[in-house]
Structure formats: structure tokens, C-alpha cells
């Protein structure tokens, strides 16, 4: 647990007059350590057993009450779940930072699975607009398509939809790969900071606009690109890399990498120097 | 945020009342100032149907005003006075509200125009849809309650589309809800969830060719505008091609004519839509839950892409 201290030495904030309040009060921050991997766990997690499988069926539930059956059925130890009725509920299984297996007998409404860490989940449906919107590690399968706004700032893990996905996917995301089978809509990629996107069929307009960092493969055509998205070399190693992920992703494995398109930002509207001096300016 | 949701069976009929209903409903978090039904019934085709308002349900927010019943009446009697002097037999007058008719006319309409804006003349008048099967039928609350209060959940018919308003650019009153009709054309209404960011300049350009605008709602100008592309003779689907460049915004919409349902999303995709398509049924609406509620089994749906249009047939 973090210690929170009082600094002695004033900040120059602090010698105008400003956040001098005395931090005080407990704080729940836990910080990972790659070395206790193994023992790391977020406050409010549960040892779970995979093999220790249940059914819930949340067709007479709200989504509260769905998220809260799962959290209860994951404090009994329960490490597959297995959602039946799911009828496009929304805000379904959102929130999990436990190890989990969860399947999805249908489809979810807007923002399913949204801010989770570490669950791996099987959708065998459809899901509506900002699926796994910050997911932050683990896996997501979707079986069917996908709305707008899929994978939203997510920051790290898979997220695979083997259908076609709506506008903006991966908007502002910061980590992680989006994998596409199907085709992707208009702005995908949108003001993406890093991160890969993979489409295997063709992509609408605005591709990768005002992208910051990141890479996006695409298989089929382009609608046209956004503004700074620009192509690259497709490497070596960005074909290996691909094979392995459509291999992981289940889908594609015999689609023909080579052939895929790498777009990534042109940079031109980096303006970090020129932003950062003003910003100090008006801080000060 | 508004919500919409739209329907067609393709060769039956089925309880379309009831189940736009269902859908309108499972919407009501998207908006429940105002709901709206057009809904296109099975009728034998002689007469017209005449659903009109002769004073306002006025919500907070809104400009118009609420009036006493004997205005209403006093109203009633001079559109019975001009049916009369146009020729116009009402073979079958329903009131289900002091402030809300439906008539069924044998008339032999040369030109909806003319006869409209003698109707609409009459101060307070306003014709919500005129068809020889579409009903426009909205009022202030949910879906539920407009639906109970018209007693629309037995309406039979082949296709339907509907609106949950969350009123953001007019007042809440029924002539800022939807759907709006297709004026002046027979059988046209439309539903719309987004914001028009160049109304007043296309108004004016309506206006100047002879369009009628009945509210300040922004949605309106979509019902024109399809309706003054088809006058020029273009197709429904020509018309709501023409929108997505002609109109500015962001914007989902469904306009339905007597055997068709048509659906346009904008350019940037920034209003949702779900749909589902089989071969004897077509269902949509702003999320699938939506959908669910008339079709709870497992199926397949999709987000249409930017700037697509598609039309159905009956």
C-alpha cells in the first residue's frame, strides 16, 4: 500500500498559494510488480477456479443485478460463467478485474464489458455501440458484428470481433489489438494514440483520422484516409506478428498477409513543442 | 437523445400497434416527452384517413398553449363547414381526445395541397398525416401511455414507424413530435433522431418553393425535403439518396410510404441504428434491445455503415 506523505519541500504551485491542503486518509492503490505477477490481485477480487463452472440467466434481471449475480457467483469461487439470455441488455459484465471465463448465450446492448481487467469473454452474439470500452487486459471474442464506438480507449488486451464493426472503432485508444474479420465503418482509428487495429475487409472513410500513434493493417480496400494517416512498409516482422494474432484471434488463418495494407500516423500534426511552452505559460 | 424504431412485414400482416409499442417502450430511456406512431393499417383503400388536431398537449418548454375544450369545438365545426364546402363526406368521425380526430373521408382528392392548406388554414388546424392507410398518431409521454390512450395495440397492419423524443431543438408539444407527415403527399411519414445543422437555410429555399413547415422542429425539414425531391419526381429512395449530401448534421432516419420502408444514416455515422433483416420481416430501431422486443430468440443484426440508405418493400 502506498504511503502518502506531506511534502516538505513547497512546489512552486504551493509557494502562490495554491493545494496547500493536507492530504490525509487511506489510500487502496496497488501498484504491479512483473516480478509478483503471480500474487498481484486489485482490491475486491476473488480466487476463482476455472473448472468451477455455473449457468445465470439474467433474462428477468436488470443489469445491476446481472453484474452483481456475477461479482456474488465469483466470490463462491466460480471461474466460468455462463450468461444465458442475455437480450441485448445493456452494460452487461462491465467493471470485472477478476480472472474469469465468461460466455455470453446472445447478444449485449451498448457498452458491455466495458472497463474490465484480466476477464477472458466469449460473446456468441452480437454486441451493441462502445464494447470494452477501456478494456485493459484479457480477451474479447465477439462471434457476430459489432456497433460504433467498438473498443473505445482501451489500453491493453484483444478485442476480436469476427463479424463487421461499426464507425469509429478504436477511437482513442491507447493499448492493446483490435481485430476485425469482417468490414470496419467510417473513422476508425479515430484520434488513436497507440496500439494495432487489424481489418480483414474493407474499411471506410476517414481511416486512421488525426491518429497519434498506433498501427492499423487492413486486408480489403479503403474508403480514404483521415487526415496525417499515412502508409508504411509492411515488414517481416509485421507479417509474423499478424499470422500469429489472426492464429490466436481464430480467425483469418489462411488469409494472406502479405498483402495487407500499414497505415500509420504521418506525425505532421505533432505539436507537443509548441503546445508545451503555452500550456506552462498559462499555468504560471 | 431521442430513439426510433421501425418495422415492415413483407407479405402479412401482422399486430404492428402492439408491437411498435414493444419497441417504442424498451426506447423510453432515449426520450419520453412526446411519442409518435405512424402506422400503416389494413384498410380497403377507398377512403382517406384524416388524423388531425385542433389544439395542443403542451408540455414545460413549449410555446404553444393549452385552450379551453369549447375552442376545440368551435374549431371542429369550421373544418366540418370546409370538408363539406370541398365536397368532402367524413364517413366515419372518431374523437378520442378534445384535441384529437381522426376522420375517414370519401373524397375524391385531386390535390392533397390544396385541400391541406384549406384544412390547415383554419387557425389551431393542423393535419398530423392524411393517407388511405398511414396514421400519424403522437402525443406528450411514453410509449405505453399513447399507446393506452388511443388504443393503437390492436392495429393490424404491414409496417410502422415510431419515435421516443427527448426534446432538445422545440418545445414539448405535439407538433414538435414525431413522426412528421410527408406533407403533402398521401401515405408519407417520416421519424428522424439527430440535429439538422442547416435548417433555416433549406426552410427558406422550401419555403420559397411552396413547402409548408408546421413547427420549428428541425426533423420536419427531413419530411419536406423528401417530399419536395418525390414532388419533383424523383423516387423515395432518389430523395433520401439527395438527403445525405442536401441536409448537414448528424442524423438516422426512417421514412415509410404506403408498401415501402426506407432507412439513411449520415456520412459520419453518428446516430445509432440496429437492424434486422429477413426475408418475411424487417425490424430496427436506436438499440437492439428494441429489436428484442419482438424478437427475444437469437438473430443476427448490424449496424448499417455511414451514409447508407436501403428501402423495403411490403
Redesign the interface.
Same mark, same amino acid.
Given at each position: 500500500m502506498a504511503n502518502l506523505k506531506t511534502v516538505s519541500k513547497k512546489s512552486k504551485a504551493q509557494s502562490m498559494g495554491m493545494h496547500t491542503e493536507v492530504l490525509t486518509g487511506r489510500t487502496q492503490q496497488k501498484f504491479f510488480n512483473p516480478d509478483e505477477a503471480e500474487n498481484f490481485y486489485y482490491f475486491g477480487t476473488y480466487d476463482v477456479d476455472f473448472n468451477k463452472r455455473t449457468d445465470l440467466d439474467v433474462k428477468d434481471m436488470t443489469a445491476p443485478e446481472a453484474n452483481k449475480e456475477i461479482d456474488n457467483l465469483m466470490s463462491q469461487g466460480y471461474g466460468t460463467i455462463v450468461i444465458k439470455n442475455p437480450q441485448g441488455k445493456h452494460s452487461l459484465g462491465v467493471g470485472i478485474l477478476n480472472k474469469l471465463n465468461l460466455i455470453f448465450e446472445g447478444s449485449l446492448g451498448y457498452f458491455g464489458m466495458g472497463s474490465c481487467d484480466g476477464p477472458i469473454v466469449r460473446i456468441n452474439g452480437r454486441v451493441g455501440w462502445s464494447c470494452a470500452e477501456n478494456l485493459m487486459a484479457g480477451k474479447v471474442v465477439i462471434e457476430k458484428n459489432a456497433g460504433s464506438c467498438f473498443g473505445a480507449a482501451i489500453r491493453g488486451g484483444d478485442l476480436i470481433c469476427k463479424g463487421s464493426v461499426g464507425a469509429r472503432t478504436g477511437i482513442d485508444m491507447k493499448g492493446g489489438t483490435i481485430i476485425i474479420g469482417g468490414d470496419a465503418g467510417a473513422f476508425t482509428g479515430f484520434m488513436m494514440q497507440r496500439g494495432r487495429i487489424i481489418i480483414l475487409g474493407d474499411v471506410g472513410i476517414n481511416l486512421g483520422d488525426s491518429m497519434y500513434d498506433g498501427t492499423i493493417f487492413v486486408g480489403g480496400e479503403i474508403g480514404s484516409y483521415g487526415s496525417d494517416a499515412v502508409d508504411a512498409e509492411l515488414t517481416k516482422s509485421d507479417q509474423d506478428w499478424l499470422k500469429r494474432k489472426l492464429k490466436v484471434a481464430e480467425i483469418g488463418e489462411n488469409f494472406d498477409v502479405s498483402k495487407m495494407k500499414k497505415i500509420v500516423a504521418g506525425k505532421k500534426l505533432w505539436n507537443y513543442d509548441n503546445l508545451e511552452p503555452t500550456e506552462k505559460k498559462g499555468a504560471i | 437523445m431521442c430513439g426510433i424504431a421501425g418495422l415492415i412485414h413483407r407479405g402479412k400482416s401482422s399486430n404492428v400497434g402492439s408491437e411498435l409499442q414493444g419497441m417504442l417502450q424498451a426506447l423510453k430511456h432515449r426520450g419520453e416527452d412526446s411519442t409518435g406512431y405512424a402506422l400503416y393499417g389494413d384498410t380497403d383503400g377507398k377512403n382517406f384517413i384524416m388524423r388531425f388536431k385542433v389544439g395542443e398537449n403542451v408540455g414545460e418548454g413549449s410555446s404553444s398553449i393549452m385552450e379551453d375544450v369549447s375552442v376545440y369545438d368551435e374549431r371542429k365545426k369550421i373544418v366540418d363547414q370546409t370538408l363539406a364546402e370541398m365536397g368532402a363526406k367524413v364517413v366515419k368521425e372518431e374523437r378520442t381526445l378534445p384535441y384529437s380526430l381522426r376522420y375517414e373521408l370519401d373524397y375524391n382528392v385531386k390535390d392533397l395541397l390544396e385541400f391541406s392548406q384549406r384544412i390547415e388554414s383554419i387557425p389551431g388546424v393542423e393535419i398530423l398525416s392524411m393517407g388511405k392507410s398511414l396514421e400519424v398518431i403522437k402525443d406528450l409521454g411514453n410509449a405505453k401511455m399513447v399507446c393506452d390512450r388511443y388504443s393503437l395495440d390492436k392495429v393490424v397492419g404491414t409496417h410502422a414507424i415510431g419515435h421516443a423524443r427527448m426534446a432538445t431543438e422545440s418545445g414539448v408539444d405535439i407538433k414538435s413530435a414525431h413522426p412528421f407527415w410527408g406533407y403533402p403527399f398521401s401515405d408519407v411519414s417520416v421519424v428522424h433522431n439527430g440535429q439538422l445543422t442547416n435548417y433555416w437555410n433549406n426552410r427558406r429555399v422550401l419555403e420559397n418553393k411552396g413547402m409548408r413547415f408546421m413547427s420549428e422542429c428541425d426533423s420536419e425539414l427531413i419530411a419536406v425535403y423528401i417530399a419536395e425531391k418525390m414532388r419533383d419526381g424523383a423516387t423515395l429512395e432518389e430523395g433520401m439518396k439527395a438527403s445525405l449530401t442536401g441536409l448537414d448534421g448528424v442524423f438516422t432516419y426512417f421514412v415509410a410510404t404506403k408498401d415501402s420502408l426506407g432507412m439513411a444514416k449520415d &456520412?459520419?455515422?453518428?446516430k #445509432?441504428l440496429?437492424l434486422y433483416e429477413s426475408d418475411d420481416l424487417v425490424a430496427m430501431g436506436s =438499440? =437492439? $434491445?428494441a $429489436?428484442?422486443s419482438v424478437l #427475444?430468440q =437469437?438473430i /443476427? &443484426?448490424?449496424?448499417p455503415? /455511414?451514409?447508407e440508405v436501403k428501402v423495403w418493400q411490403i
Open positions: - | &456520412t459520419m455515422a453518428a #445509432p440496429v =438499440e =437492439e $434491445i $429489436i428484442r #427475444p =437469437e /443476427d &443484426t448490424y449496424d455503415f /455511414d451514409g
